[in-house]
């Protein structure tokens, strides 16, 4: 299926302010499911200098530094590309029952097993799906991803960190990525390598189209697996990834500073079309 992006970020500050160093991550990610015919990304005023960089995790990164001051910064970019069809699961028998046995990839999992400090109800309610599951894993990530889909409510909160997974769980509601969160925390819970992903999924008609998140866990013999619990199904074709990461933080699309005293705004101008082949 392809794909067809236009997204337009600009800041906007009351006052003249000296931009610091901007992380952007809005570049689709290729890999045997999504390839990219065109790419291009602008910034006005231009920076002093643009970096293309390969995170940690795999993300194609552009790092932006500036030398003058502004009162707004436009970031622009169109994508166009195609993505193909989830291909069936086929795990490795050690990954067939909760917790997964990581073996020989353990220390290349680890960031991703790794769990905060969190109140108890999430791992009693992750630990309840397991249970009612009979620790089977591809049953377990499926009900939890209807779980979560079908008794949180789901909410825009268009700025912001993620809410910590047991004040989601606690309000019962949260945007794509407090329940993408919640995901996370849940399969690390059980034993599953799991991460945060940021990206896009077209909006219903006649609605505005935002940015999404949803979740991938890692399953020996499948390789990373995506979930979006407010859709409530496995993510497909019509799901374009630009980050992927352990920490949410790490897949924010656009994440800088600037020093001044100044009150700033933003739009965002984004439209994401599907074109059936």
Known sequence: MRFRIRHVTTYRYDRPITLGRHVIRLRPREDGLLTLDSFALSIHPPPAGLSPVLDLEGNATYVAWFDSDVQELRVSVRSEGRTLPRPSLLLEPDAVQLPVDYGMTQSGVFAYLRLDPMERSVTDFAHNIARESEADTLTFLNQLNQRLHEQLQTIQRLTGEPLAPEQTLRDGKGSCRDLAVLFVACCRSQGIAARFVSGYFPAHPGDKQHMHAWAEAYLPGAGWRA????????????????????????????FGFYNGDARSGMDIELSVDILED
């Open 227 to 254: 979930y979006d619990p407010t859709q409530g199904g496995e993510v497909g074709e019509r799901h374009v990834a630009v980050a992927a990461a352990a920490e949410s933080l790490m897949a924010t699309p656009i």
